[in-house]
Every structure is written in structure tokens, then in C-alpha cells.
């Protein structure tokens, strides 16, 4: 199995090293350079393998979405993004919702070329798995069925969930429902959906003994109600996405609008955009993750909400590290061990550092190799990007899952 040798990134430094892995691909030791690496890097950065909390794969036991990404191209997708392994929303046509549909999902998820994780959904009728999973539940409509009408139905469906992990969609549904006949999307569903439903979430996290994750934020006052909520102990967590800390409100426009549609939508304005960012860095944000949602262009001129984004995971990290002033450790931190972290409570996987005994994923990056995004060299299945025609300033070089090497040309 291979050795490499470079950069190494932790949350704390970064050291020249050298990594050996083993036949079961796993980091068997770190070492000191001695320059006879099977794979020697010189100004590359070598992150522990990025994790990604929050994609949507598509496929399900009724394969009637397949079309547009199953577990192989998104497997694939992740791999040139840089995303060593992923956890997959239940939103599908045949959602994993209890034992037996858990089970037939994630054995679809072994044809993935990196770990995947499901999610289990949390609807109308559900109870607890006997699997110790994560749970998602959708507060109120989205892409799919699995939502709930109102918090009182929402409440008396989560209290059976006392003390399980369970990430939230925070989007309050009376106030969509008063807001139904707004002409754009982003008015049908305004900040302040989102920032009560935060509020709300908070209150049934505590309640309930939960451990909580907030997805996708895209609020500064969601984040600083979680924020404080923490100060206080609360067990809570929170995602942050690349198209809510790249785009704004001014990207919008009557011919891109469907492009960009989105939940929740890009409706900040630069200045919560750029506040966003700014805590992201600070440490009040645990995760950078996707929501990868590889809808068809057909299907986005006809108003369907999600964009994809595997495929540039890894190139988005180096314009934070470029414009934004964030360090190697830095994205480390929200793209390596936080996401391992939950990620290998679930898992027999030790994702998300560079350390004897986790598993032989890594990410090696090149600031200073430019991408531009191009549809032709996506991997997703949906064949397009928000990013297209946008220049990164670095790009990822090779992706390592498990010690199985995927190097770029």
C-alpha cells in the first residue's frame, strides 16, 4: 500500500511528514520525510480526506431517480471534489425509514467508490430504528414527501427520538404557508423561516436530550441563536454550504432564478454572506457541507430547489484559504475531523485526521493550480454546475480512499 510524504495538515499545524498505509487501508504510521515515498509532494497540502455531511445521491430502492446520480457517480463526483466519504439524505422517492428500508439503502450505498453513510428520515408515522443511525427531519416542505405541516405534529413525532442524533431542515412551515403567494421563491420563503424554525429546533433539541445539527444555515441570527444555545451546553451543532457563503442576493436575477433555486434559498444579502464566513472561520460553524442536490436542467426550469457541488468540494476550500483568509488548519477543522467526527459515530470508518489507526483517506490539494469549472469534466451525473465558468485558485491533485489512489492529471 502506499507511502506519501509532503505537507501535512492537522487542525493545529502543519509539518512536512510522511504517511505509510497499510493492506487493510489504514494509516499504519507517521513518520519523518526520507524522500523514497511512493508519492513525495512539495508545496501540495495533504488534508485528512474531506468528509461530507450532507448529499443527496438520489438513489433508492425504487431507482425511479437514478437518472440524474446514484451511488457511483456520486462516488465518483466526491472523488474529484476531494470528498473521501459522505452521508446521504433520506428525502427519496422510497425513503429509509425504518430497519428494513434502512438496510436496502445502504447496501445500494456499497456500490459508492468512498464510505457513505445514511441517514434515516424521520416522518409522519416513524419510530426509531433498532441501528444506531442519524436522523434527518424536514420541518417543513421540501424536495419530497418526508416533512411535517406544523410544530405540533413535528413535536409529538420527535419526543419518540429522545436522546438520538437529528438533524434539522429549518424552515418554518406556517410561515411558508402565509408566504405561498409571493411571486419569487426567496419571498415565499424568507429569513425568517428559517430563523424561527432554528429557535423552535433548539427547543425540541433541549426537550428531548437530542444531539442536534442544524443543516445548511443560512442566517448570522440562526447561527447566533445556536451559538448561544451551546454557551448554555446544549448538544448542537451546525452546517454551512458553499453556495450560501459564494453567492448573494445581487447573483440573482429573472433569467438565472430557477438556476439557483435552492432550500433554503440564496436570499442573503453580502453583508450576512460575508458574516457567514467570517464565523465559519471563527469556529461558531462545525461543518463545510454541500447539500449536494444533482437535480436536471430540465428538472431546474421547472422550478425543482438543489444544487450540485461534490465535484467542487475541494476547490471551494482553497478560495476560503485564498480570499478569505483561512488557514490549512482552518479547513482541517470544518472539512476533516468535525465531519469525520460525526461521521465515525455511525460508522466502523475513522474518518477525518492523519493519525496510526484511522483509515488511509486524504485529500491533497494545490493552492496554486487554477480550476475552472467546466461541465465537461464533471463527474455528477446531472452534468452541470452553480460554479460553472467560475476559476478556483487551487485544485485537488489526488484523492486517497483508503489508501486506494486517485491522482488527477
Not at 225 to 245: C, D, F, Y
Not at 299 to 306: A, H, Y
Request: charged letters at 25%; glycine letters at 8%.
Amino acid at each position: 500500500m502506499p507511502t506519501i510524504e509532503g505537507n501535512l495538515v492537522t487542525t493545529q499545524k502543519v509539518f512536512r511528514g510522511r504517511v505509510e498505509i497499510d493492506q487493510s487501508g489504514t494509516i499504519s504510521k507517521i513518520g519523518v520525510p526520507s524522500g523514497d515515498a511512493d508519492f513525495v509532494f512539495g508545496e501540495e497540502l495533504i488534508f485528512p480526506g474531506f468528509v461530507d455531511l450532507h448529499v443527496h445521491a438520489r438513489e433508492c430502492a425504487d431507482h425511479s431517480q437514478d437518472y440524474k446520480e446514484d451511488f457511483q457517480s456520486a462516488g465518483a463526483a466526491a472523488i474529484a471534489g476531494g470528498v473521501t466519504a459522505f452521508a446521504d439524505m433520506p428525502n427519496n422517492p422510497t425513503p429509509p425509514v425504518d430497519d428494513a428500508s434502512y438496510k436496502t439503502k445502504a447496501k445500494l450505498a456499497e456500490k459508492s467508490s468512498v464510505p457513505v453513510l445514511c441517514y434515516a428520515g424521520i416522518g409522519a408515522n416513524t419510530q426509531p430504528l433498532k441501528k444506531k443511525v442519524p436522523y434527518k427531519v424536514f420541518m417543513g416542505p421540501s424536495v419530497g414527501e418526508l416533512f411535517f405541516n406544523s410544530d405540533e405534529e413535528l413535536e409529538r413525532r420527535v419526543m419518540l427520538y429522545t436522546g438520538q442524533s437529528v438533524s434539522f431542515h429549518c424552515e418554518d412551515p406556517e410561515i411558508i404557508h402565509e408566504k405561498s403567494h409571493e411571486i419569487t421563491h426567496e419571498a415565499r420563503r424568507p429569513k425568517e423561516a428559517e430563523v424561527v424554525a432554528v429557535a423552535f429546533a433548539l427547543e425540541l433539541i433541549k426537550k428531548y436530550k437530542l444531539k442536534g445539527k442544524i443543516c445548511h444555515c443560512s442566517t448570522i441570527e440562526g447561527i447566533r441563536k445556536i451559538a448561544e444555545a451551546r454557551r448554555w451546553g446544549m448538544n448542537v451543532s451546525v452546517e454551512v454550504t458553499p453556495h450560501h457563503l459564494f453567492f448573494d442576493e445581487t447573483i440573482l436575477n429573472e433569467k438565472n432564478r430557477k438556476m439557483f433555486q435552492v432550500n433554503p434559498p440564496i436570499r442573503q444579502t453580502k453583508e450576512n454572506r460575508l458574516a457567514m464566513i467570517e464565523v465559519l472561520r471563527a469556529g461558531d460553524i462545525d461543518y463545510l457541507a454541500t447539500d449536494h442536490a444533482p437535480h436536471t436542467l430540465e428538472e431546474k426550469e421547472k422550478g425543482t430547489s438543489g444544487l450540485p457541488h461534490l465535484d467542487t468540494y475541494g476547490s471551494f476550500t482553497t478560495w476560503l484559504m485564498a480570499e478569505h483568509n483561512f488557514t490549512p488548519e482552518d479547513i482541517a477543522r470544518v472539512s476533516s475531523r468535525n465531519p469525520g467526527g460525526f461521521f465515525n459515530e455511525f460508522s466502523e470508518e475513522k474518518c477525518g485526521e492523519i493519525k496510526e489507526g484511522y483509515t488511509g483517506s486524504l485529500t491533497v490539494i494545490n493552492l496554486n493550480k487554477k480550476l475552472k469549472v467546466e461541465k465537461e469534466k464533471l463527474k455528477t451525473k446531472c452534468g452541470w454546475s452553480p460554479f460553472e465558468g467560475v476559476t478556483f485558485p487551487g485544485s485537488v491533485v489526488m484523492t486517497v480512499v483508503g489508501g486506494k489512489i486517485y491522482a488527477k492529471s
